[in-house]
């Protein structure tokens, strides 16, 4: 096949701190990519926020030098076929209508100028999980429902939208395809992040919009996350569609291939995110967990649900260690330093900066390293603070067994952290089941890819997909006895006691 007649797919990666724009080959390999990276405002303590016309700034740069550095291997952008969408969940733009400009700054996703409204809601609500089981979320900071009622309760610009009918509520996939194709939609992974979809219906559920205060013709449609959504109006891309979307967590399940029921995947980023997708029906967590919509992949396809836990803290312990303590000058040096011991040496590192997520749910949990004694080198610190993330992943796990009643064969791994063949070792150790990491890493810019060029026939079955997603993996598998397993998981649940109740 000649150059002009090969066939590609873009992917927009919009995340919290940058924008890549990736194009893909029908093998599912990068041909070219470029990153802008741009900075969050921090207007006052706990306060995150972005102008969201800088974040579409931020896409066409991307765009433009992906498309430049891909014409410069002989290519056009004319083959691109289609584009994906993968971004950053429940961080929440606000704009108008008639004038196509946002309102005010978007409200990013871990923002907490929310807290005293949540805690407001809760007690007009009686719990926190009071809709639980319409959109499986609880009343927190984290979702796009209390970003809009705040930007309704405290933004005259949104209050004045509202009065004259042309208010419109979106989260960052909305903005980028309004913008970038006049068309007003969400898919249904993005949507199940607001607290306002019905998991069920897939519809805006009236209960919840009239609980948080928002009118449906404020909200945009609801879509699958594989199909034609529109066509990009003007630039590099001009007449191209847009036909794949999904939030970013639910992207890099569909770019590992986690397509069957009891498949689940971890992405170590700065946190952790882990989905485990339990196949056609919802799943409401009595363990901790989040229920969310793992993707649909056409308008006539049927839905896959997941159960999601998180861990507020991975990467960033690392980088904390780095810049803070400077226990390692770079983030690399911390497998060779981890693997200069045997083991922990009795040290634990739970990494509560902020509390701890799921299962545990204690926002009054802090960090702390205990086991301490005057035989405790760098290495051993090194070591505990990637088992950290290992042993809260294996918490997370046992939360999804019991609430799925399905065991896991294999974890999909994902993200920074699995660059270090240590900390996956120390992960297949401490779960005791494979642990398969892709030789390409960039799933979550891949799922969207695959969406895409399903949705416009570019590739015409999961199956396809999944021989892609899978083509190149490495696994690791336990090497420790059950007995050793055993004594590690028990020191971890008293340190993790240690933690509690001081905040």
């Known amino acids: 096949m000649s150059k002009s007649d090969q066939v590609f797919v873009g992917a927009i990666d919009q995340g919290t701190s940058s924008t890549r724009f990736l194009i893909f080959d029908v093998k599912g390999q990068i041909v070219a990519s470029h990153q802008c990276e741009y900075q969050n405002y921090y207007a006052k303590a706990g306060w995150v926020e972005k102008d969201p016309s800088e974040i579409l700034e931020s896409v066409e740069t991307a765009v433009v030098g992906a498309c430049r550095r891909f014409n410069s291997l002989g290519f056009d952008a004319s083959q691109i076929k289609t584009v994906g969408i993968t971004n950053q969940r429940e961080t929440t733009v606000a704009f108008d209508i008639e004038t196509g400009e946002p309102l005010t700054n978007a409200i990013i996703w871990n923002d907490v100028r929310t807290k005293e409204l949540v805690r407001k809601l809760i007690d007009e609500a009686g719990s926190a999980s009071r809709f639980a089981s319409i959109n499986g979320l609880p009343i927190t900071t984290y979702f796009s429902a209390v970003k809009m009622r705040w930007m309704l309760e405290n933004v005259p610009e949104v209050k004045a939208a509202r009065e004259r009918g042309t208010l419109r509520f979106g989260t960052i996939d909305t903005w980028l395809i309004y913008k970038l194709t006049g068309a007003y939609v969400t898919d249904v992974t993005n949507a199940s992040r607001t607290m306002l979809m019905d998991l069920k219906t897939f519809k805006w559920s009236q209960e919840c919009l009239d609980f948080f205060g928002v009118q449906e013709s404020e909200l945009p449609e609801v879509r699958s996350s594989a199909e034609v959504y529109g066509t990009i109006k003007d630039g590099r891309l001009q007449g191209v569609p847009i036909s794949g979307c999904l939030g970013d967590q639910q992207a890099a399940m569909v770019g590992q291939s986690c397509f069957e029921a009891g498949e689940a995947k971890n992405t170590y980023g700065t946190g952790c995110f882990m989905l485990f997708n339990t196949g056609d029906q919802p799943i ?57 011991v045997e083991d922990n040496g009795g040290v634990y590192f739970v990494t509560a900066f902020s509390g701890l997520f799921a299962p545990y749910w204690r926002d009054d949990a802090r960090g702390c390293i205990v086991g301490l004694t005057q035989y405790a080198t760098r290495g051993h610190i090194a070591r505990a603070t990637l088992e950290s993330v290992c042993y809260q992943t294996r918490a997370i796990l046992d939360a999804m067994r019991k609430d799925s009643g399905t065991d896991l064969r294999r974890l999909r791994v994902d993200g920074g952290m699995t660059n270090s063949d240590q900390a996956m070792q120390i992960q297949a150790d401490i779960l005791d089941i494979e642990v398969v990491r892709p030789e390409m890493r960039e799933t979550t810019a891949l799922g969207a890819a695959l969406a895409a060029g399903l949705g416009a026939g570019v590739w015409e079955s999961e199956e396809e997909l999944r021989r892609i997603a899978q083509s190149n993996v490495s696994a690791f598998w336990s090497r420790i006895t059950n007995d050793k397993r055993d004594e590690m998981l028990q020191g971890w649940e008293k340190a993790v006691e240690r933690s509690f109740n001081w905040a």
């Not at 993707?295 to 998180?310: C, D, M, T």
């Not at 904390?320 to 981890?338: C, I, Q």
């Open 284 to 340: 409401f967590s009595k363990n901790g967990l989040l229920t969310t919509v793992g993707y649909q992949l056409g308008p006539n396809a049927v839905p896959k649900y997941a159960l999601e836990g998180s861990i507020a803290v991975a990467g960033s312990a690392i980088q904390w260690l780095r810049d803070m303590v400077g226990l390692v000058s770079s983030a690399s040096e911390m497998g060779s330093l981890s693997d200069s």
